[in-house]
């Protein structure tokens, strides 16, 4: 074929032969060492192709006519011929081939000889090509933008000249993907069997309620008191559980509470527990209406014959009600309900105190659900036979036994006792924690919830010659054929559903209690959750006026929660969830009522009612609500229902608000007399200085130069101390004098003792602010009290100590309230009347108040004046003359500011540093481990943390420049009264100063300071009883 048959536009494939042609750089330079320059390359046996001539290029055009001919139309074969011809630039111009001699190329050439006799390399780099250099699939070789997610399982979704090999791939990897295991899908992975037994292995150390699913996949959970709890929810509802709480109705779980009971005589019983509480601090376990089972109560607990001081914490009890009234002769029931922390050390005393020192060992002692850690070391043992051999599961046949859900404590040794009796006085102490269950209904719509999801139990009718003893609830059977317990039971029906037309758990008697039987709440669960609303015509009935004003009677209160063989019977004997699921699908109209008849559970509950706030004039009632009590493994069968009727969940943290609002004490937080509250203020302290420490210098507050010396903990001890000595430093300089002169030389001597801008040090720290004289470490001034947590304090020194007073006489309580002024709630009346006639407390009142409870604490409620919210830990001090009268000028004042102190650490802690780094090089110029760098770090000094105080603390009192009177322990701002609002302790010796020194316009007014900001700002404080 000659070039002169193609046309200038026929392709160059068409031109050649059919045969596959590749030419390379490599190829085309062995070939022409091997012809020889003066061999000619026919096609085939015709004429040899004629090479064009060209015309020489004279001058300087040369190299322009050589790039003009790249754009003319040749014919391919020249054009394939010219091209082969190397040219490279180099200086002076282009010069052919590579040494810049000419070098000419074949004039004829045949594509299949020259090909087969480069098939080795064609074939080699067909190889290349195919062959994959790394591990990626095909549609992996792809670029970016080329993939799509399809082609992973999709092979058509590849390009085609990819589809065949991708194709390969998949079957490839079909035969090498492992046999799958029998239980394929992932919820036969997760069969019952086996997440039962992790569940259970999950609960040795932890106690799970048996609401922990459910609240596991909506709340933030933690780790304490030995249980695994709900802290918050995932969700933002921190109003909305408020509102709940207002408008309409807040659920919680308080089954980690610890039940303990007491069993015996009423006599020996209140004989052994009247040296643990006192008269003046409250009611006792004497209560008229709390001894006969009708009422709930609450009492404060202390050692034996140690009040005021050793206090254990509070507790709320339950009589069992007597079925035959005035008989005191027979066994009587006590239920003590306490929060965790308090358990050890009142199970203690208690058997102290009823001297129950032997054990009640259980004849059967039940085999745990866990093996323990013997057990499974005896397991790793096994036969010679054995050795190198698979184990399989023995279980997995007809003959396995099948696993139980742990319910109740899983933690509680089975083989350890858990009942206690005393040989002198017949009282059986038993540990009942987890054995019931205790449900929290919170806010006005608690009756309505109450009685859309509860049903009282329908009476069942036993035919003659049937046999009920074979029966699950032969209990209940037997207890119909009672005339007597069968009218008891309509009576309590009925009062149960005049609850439905009472507007607030409020208007009933605080601490009701109402027994009940109910049916099983799963059966009327409703389709979709729903919210119930009151009926408003049910309020305008007689009989629920004469509910409010009698109450529940006594006999109303029995129920059959009291007894643990009926418990247990209702425990066991419940219908699972996936039995009742199926019956409810075997219905013959969808949705209908599901009647279980004689097989249906009857569960006995007991109802008791929550008052809510009962201190003070303002919201009295708000947050009442009632608490649900019914045996163990009911739990969730009790929470969905209500759910489903529009109660909203909360956790800890909503716990915390609803006493806060209540400006009742959280237990243990708010209790620094008890061990408990003890711990919990050493827990807290350390969580917060970790949390300290974690941010760097520059971006945490330095609580040295704000004057702040205790940022995380509370040195209530050493307060008390402080003032203790404070007022008897003022008496002695005093003399004989007048008590209105006296007065004024306690406040002149407070004004001195206080350093203010004026008599401040001159000198100035290295950012140029006035450094206080207070701020220097003195050591003739340190006390004998712990140094600051906030540094180096060591967890559980003062632990051993004393611990401090809290003023809990009610009598004395209310005097105080009357000398504090208007409450918080009237907060603009020192204000707006002057001369409120309020009584000043007296010289003989005070000291008569102070012999009787020396060095101790008043709990208090702060009301903000103006804007502000206080927050824990915050300072609450006395202001100063020149605070009340800046405050007469201007009714907008905020408030003083603190003035800035000096760090007087700084210098060391620099030290420190420079020593630790002159450590570290000599001991690595002298090839020694990096752990002895460390063991000198300042010649036997601790390690300072910047920004803290270190060491002793100095006088806390007269620190700053307004006198310390207390620190804040809750606080907030309030959404019931729209400002910031605080509850917290303060001495009562300085109290009891301040007092007696204000006018009584301003009598109550305080300061309260952030512990990271300088600024003050005017508060009232309020004693409510």
């Given at each position: 074929m000659r070039p002169a048959d193609c046309s200038p536009h026929t392709s160059p494939r068409r031109g050649l032969s059919q045969s596959l042609v590749i030419l390379t750089r490599g190829a085309l330079d062995s070939s022409l060492r091997a012809s020889g320059r003066s061999t000619k390359y026919h096609n085939g046996g015709g004429r040899p192709f004629q090479a064009q001539k060209q015309e020489p290029f004279s001058g300087t055009s040369r190299q322009r006519q050589t790039k003009m001919t790249h754009h003319s139309p040749v014919d391919p074969d020249v054009k394939e011929q010219s091209s082969s011809k190397i040219m490279f630039k180099k200086k002076g111009g282009w010069k052919a081939g590579p040494e810049g001699t000419s070098q000419e190329i074949p004039k004829y050439i045949t594509a299949s000889t020259f090909a087969q006799a480069r098939a080795a390399e064609i074939s080699a780099m067909l190889k290349a090509v195919t062959q994959k250099s790394s591990n990626s699939l095909v549609f992996q070789t792809l670029p970016r933008h080329m993939r799509r997610r399809a082609m992973s399982h999709n092979v058509k979704r590849l390009p085609r000249r990819l589809q065949e090999i991708a194709q390969k791939e998949a079957e490839k990897a079909v035969h090498q993907k492992k046999e799958h295991s029998k239980n394929k899908c992932h919820k036969a992975r997760r069969c019952h069997k086996k997440?039962?037994?992790?569940?259970?292995?999950?609960?040795?150390?932890?106690?799970?309620?048996?609401?922990?699913?459910?609240?596991?996949?909506?709340?933030?959970?933690?780790?304490?008191?030995?249980?695994?709890?709900?802290?918050?929810?995932?969700?933002?509802?921190?109003?909305?559980?408020?509102?709940?709480?207002?408008?309409?109705?807040?659920?919680?779980?308080?089954?980690?509470?610890?039940?303990?009971?007491?069993?015996?005589?009423?006599?020996?019983?209140?004989?052994?527990?009247?040296?643990?509480?006192?008269?003046?601090?409250?009611?006792?376990?004497?209560?008229?209406?709390?001894?006969?089972?009708?009422?709930?109560?609450?009492?404060?607990?202390?050692?034996?014959?140690?009040?005021?001081?050793?206090?254990?914490?509070?507790?709320?009890?339950?009589?069992?009600?007597?079925?035959?009234?005035?008989?005191?002769?027979?066994?009587?029931?006590?239920?003590?309900?306490?929060?965790?922390?308090?358990?050890?050390?009142?199970?203690?005393?208690?058997?102290?105190?009823?001297?129950?020192?032997?054990?009640?060992?259980?004849?059967?002692?039940?085999?745990?659900?866990?093996?323990?850690?013997?057990?499974?070391?005896?397991?790793?043992?096994?036969?010679?036979?054995?050795?190198?051999?698979?184990?399989?599961?023995?279980?997995?046949?007809?003959?396995?036994?099948?696993?139980?859900?742990?319910?109740?404590?899983?933690?509680?040794?089975?083989?350890?006792?858990?009942?206690?009796?005393?040989?002198?006085?017949?009282?059986?102490?038993?540990?009942?924690?987890?054995?019931?269950?205790?449900?929290?209904?919170?806010g006005p719509l608690s009756h309505s919830i109450l009685t859309e999801a509860l049903k009282a139990a329908s009476v069942q009718t036993v035919r003659e010659g049937e046999d009920t003893e074979k029966a699950p609830h032969h209990w209940w059977t037997e207890t119909c054929k009672n005339p007597d317990s069968v009218s008891l039971h309509h009576r309590q029906e009925a009062i149960f559903e005049l609850l439905g037309g009472i507007t607030s758990p409020a208007e009933i008697p605080a601490g009701t209690i109402l027994g009940l039987t109910v049916g099983d709440p799963r059966i009327n669960l409703p389709q979709k959750r729903s919210k119930v609303l009151p009926n408003p015509e049910k309020c305008q009935d007689e009989k629920v006026r004469q509910l409010l004003l009698e109450g529940?009677?006594?006999?109303?209160?029995?129920?059959?929660?009291?007894?643990?063989?009926?418990?247990?019977?209702?425990?066991?004997?419940?219908?699972s969830d996936q039995d009742l699921n199926r019956k409810r699908s075997e219905l013959l109209v969808p949705g209908s009522q599901l009647v279980l008849g004689p097989q249906e559970s009857r569960i006995p509950i007991l109802l008791i009612q929550q008052p809510g706030k009962v201190t003070g004039d303002e919201r009295r009632g708000w947050g009442s609500g009632w608490d649900v009590l019914l045996p163990k493994g009911w739990g969730m069968a009790f929470w969905i229902p209500f759910i489903y009727r529009g109660a909203r969940v909360g956790g800890l943290?909503?716990?915390?608000?609803?006493?806060?609002?209540?400006?009742?004490?959280?237990?243990?937080?708010?209790?620094?007399?008890?061990?408990?509250?003890?711990?919990?203020?050493?827990?807290?302290?350390?969580?917060?200085?970790?949390?300290?420490?974690?941010?760097?210098?520059?971006?945490?507050?330095?609580?040295?130069?704000?004057?702040?010396?205790?940022?995380?903990?509370?040195?209530?001890?050493?307060?008390?101390?402080?003032?203790?000595?404070?007022?008897?430093?003022?008496?002695?300089?005093?003399?004989?004098?007048?008590?209105?002169?006296?007065?004024?030389?306690?406040?002149?001597?407070?004004?001195?003792?206080?350093?203010?801008?004026?008599?401040?040090?001159?000198?100035?720290?290295e950012g140029g602010s006035s450094q206080s004289s207070s701020s220097k470490p003195r050591a003739g001034v340190a006390t004998e009290c712990p140094a600051q947590l906030g540094t180096e304090w060591v967890a559980g020194q003062d632990a051993t100590g004393s611990l401090p007073c809290v003023l809990r006489s009610r009598k004395w309580l209310k005097q105080l309230s009357t000398w504090c002024g208007p409450s918080s709630r009237d907060r603009w009346a020192a204000q707006r009347a002057p001369g409120s006639g309020q009584p000043a407390p007296t010289r003989a009142a005070c000291l008569s108040l102070l012999d009787h409870f020396p060095r101790a604490l008043v709990w208090v409620s702060l009301a903000l004046l103006r804007k502000g919210s206080p927050e824990p830990h915050s300072m609450i001090c006395v202001p100063a003359e020149e605070d009340i009268l800046q405050l007469r000028r201007d009714r907008l004042y905020c408030g003083p500011q603190e003035p800035k102190h000096s760090d007087p650490f700084k210098s060391e802690i620099r030290k420190q540093k420079e020593k630790k780094k002159v450590q570290k090089r000599q001991n690595q110029a002298r090839a020694e481990p990096e752990g002895l760098a460390g063991a000198h770090p300042a010649t036997g000094h601790p390690a300072l943390t910047l920004g803290l105080w270190s060491g002793p603390l100095p006088v806390l009192t007269s620190h700053c420049s307004r006198v310390l009177l207390g620190f804040v322990t809750q606080g907030d701002f309030s959404m019931a009264v729209g400002s910031g609002e605080g509850l917290g302790f303060v001495s009562l010796t300085g109290l009891l100063d301040m007092l007696s020194g204000q006018a009584a316009a301003e009598r109550g007014l305080v300061l309260l300071r952030a512990p990271a900001s300088p600024q003050y700002r005017f508060a009232r404080v309020a004693v409510e009883v």
């Open positions: 997440r039962v037994l992790e569940f259970n292995r999950r609960q040795k150390k932890n106690i799970w309620l048996e609401t922990h699913i459910w609240h596991a996949k909506r709340f933030h959970m933690v780790k304490k008191w030995g249980y695994c709890l709900g802290e918050r929810p995932t969700v933002k509802s921190h109003r909305a559980c408020y509102r709940a709480m207002t408008n309409c109705c807040l659920l919680q779980d308080l089954s980690y509470y610890c039940c303990l009971e007491l069993k015996g005589k009423e006599e020996e019983i209140l004989k052994a527990l009247s040296p643990m509480c006192s008269v003046d601090a409250g009611l006792t376990f004497a209560a008229v209406h709390c001894l006969s089972g009708k009422r709930q109560g609450s009492v404060l607990l202390y050692r034996a014959n140690k009040y005021p001081r050793e206090m254990l914490g509070p507790v709320t009890f339950i009589w069992k009600c007597e079925r035959t009234p005035g008989h005191t002769s027979e066994s009587r029931q006590l239920w003590i309900w306490l929060h965790p922390t308090l358990k050890q050390d009142i199970l203690e005393e208690l058997k102290a105190a009823c001297q129950c020192v032997e054990p009640i060992k259980s004849a059967v002692c039940i085999p745990s659900l866990l093996p323990t850690t013997s057990e499974e070391k005896s397991q790793t043992v096994l036969p010679d036979e054995k050795i190198g051999k698979k184990r399989k599961r023995k279980d997995d046949g007809e003959n396995a036994k099948p696993v139980k859900k742990v319910i109740g404590d899983g933690t509680r040794d089975p083989c350890q006792p858990s009942s206690w009796i005393s040989p002198a006085t017949g009282i059986i102490i038993s540990d009942l924690t987890m054995e019931m269950n205790r449900l929290r209904l919170i529940v009677p006594v006999d109303c209160a029995h129920s059959f929660v009291w007894n643990q063989a009926i418990c247990k019977n209702v425990t066991e004997n419940k219908i943290k909503e716990s915390v608000v609803h006493s806060q609002y209540k400006r009742s004490p959280d237990i243990p937080s708010d209790f620094p007399d008890c061990p408990a509250g003890v711990v919990f203020a050493e827990e807290q302290a350390k969580n917060l200085l970790e949390k300290y420490k974690r941010h760097p210098p520059a971006k945490r507050p330095n609580y040295v130069k704000l004057g702040t010396l205790a940022p995380f903990r509370y040195p209530w001890e050493q307060l008390s101390q402080e003032w203790e000595l404070r007022v008897r430093a003022q008496e002695k300089s005093s003399g004989a004098s007048s008590p209105s002169g006296e007065e004024s030389d306690l406040r002149r001597d407070k004004l001195s003792c206080a350093p203010t801008p004026e008599n401040t040090d001159p000198r100035s720290d």
